[in-house]
């Protein structure tokens, strides 16, 4: 089940890392109708699905399915959101982006609980939210579980949809300082421009991904890749291409610059602890 959900994952950002817009909006739509169809074919899989035991159910709808679920979320969100987008001053624009933020952080405080419960690492209650799906007092709504055409997703809808809110508070909030500042956030950081080879900083930020550094472990891969790529104006490509093609399959040692970067950083240590004035 597994891996048949990671390669449906994959495929699907692949797709979306290929696409080439013209705009916001035609970026929303056709990555809306991607990672649809993702999850019309993770559900067809689950139809015949035999789950092994509880566990493996328990593990598809607290974090597989949500996975999906919050693309889709997230596109279908950002394309309302800029289609909707008022053709006028700066002043009515942030503030229609300002309303936004507040709709959307009533629906985090509705469902804090639960939010907390996932980012936090609990497991108590997983029997209840994830196989019997029942009302919980960690469900704010009063019991009203959301479903979809596919399969009751219950707290995974919900959880996903969380998941994408907080990456849509992201985009306005980012939106908003555009207007503020009266220009496009620069894409470089100082000085800086990343010199070194691309399939190095995929290396680490695979890792990045892998060891859950970014918001408490509920950022993947696909978002630090893009957060990266904005701040140093650099195209990482087809990144998914070259884990599995590159990374992944090389024979001696598959992490070549982490292992170089461990080395280069105990050797600056050992430099400064026998000169100090070394830096």
Do not use: C
């Not at 493996?56 to 996975?67: A, D, R």
């Amino acid at each position: 089940m597994e891996k048949t959900a990671e390669l449906i994952f994959m495929e699907m950002a692949e797709q979306l890392n290929s696409l080439q817009p013209n705009n916001i909006i035609e970026r929303a739509v056709s990555s809306y109708n991607i990672v649809k169809d993702a999850n019309r074919r993770l559900n067809d899989y689950m139809d015949t699905y035999p789950f092994k035991d509880q566990e493996e159910e328990i593990k598809f709808f607290k974090h597989i399915k949500p996975k999906l679920l919050k693309e889709q979320f997230y596109y279908s969100e950002l394309y309302f959101l800029e289609s909707l987008k008022p053709n006028k001053d700066k002043k009515s624009i942030e503030q229609y982006f300002n309303d936004h933020l507040k709709y959307n952080n009533q629906y985090f405080e509705r469902n804090r609980n639960l939010y907390n419960y996932q980012r936090t690492g609990q497991t108590a209650k997983d029997h209840i939210l994830f196989v019997e799906k029942k009302e919980s007092d960690l469900l704010a709504t009063g019991g009203s579980i959301e479903k979809d055409s596919y399969l009751a997703q219950g707290h995974s809808s919900i959880l996903a949809r969380l998941q994408a809110l907080e990456l849509l508070n992201i985009y306005i909030q980012n939106e908003i300082h555009k207007l503020k500042s009266n220009a496009p956030i620069s894409n470089t950081v100082g000085a800086l421009t990343w010199t070194a080879p691309k399939v190095a900083l995929i290396e680490l930020l695979y890792a990045l991904a892998a060891i859950g550094a970014f918001n408490n472990g509920n950022a993947d891969l696909k978002t630090i890749v893009n957060v990266f790529q904005d701040t140093f104006a650099i195209n990482l490509g087809n990144y998914y291409s070259v884990i599995q093609q590159n990374i992944r399959i090389r024979k001696k040692n598959r992490t070549v610059f982490l292992d170089n970067l461990k080395y280069q950083a105990e050797k600056r240590m050992d430099d400064t602890d026998e000169n100090p004035r070394f830096s």
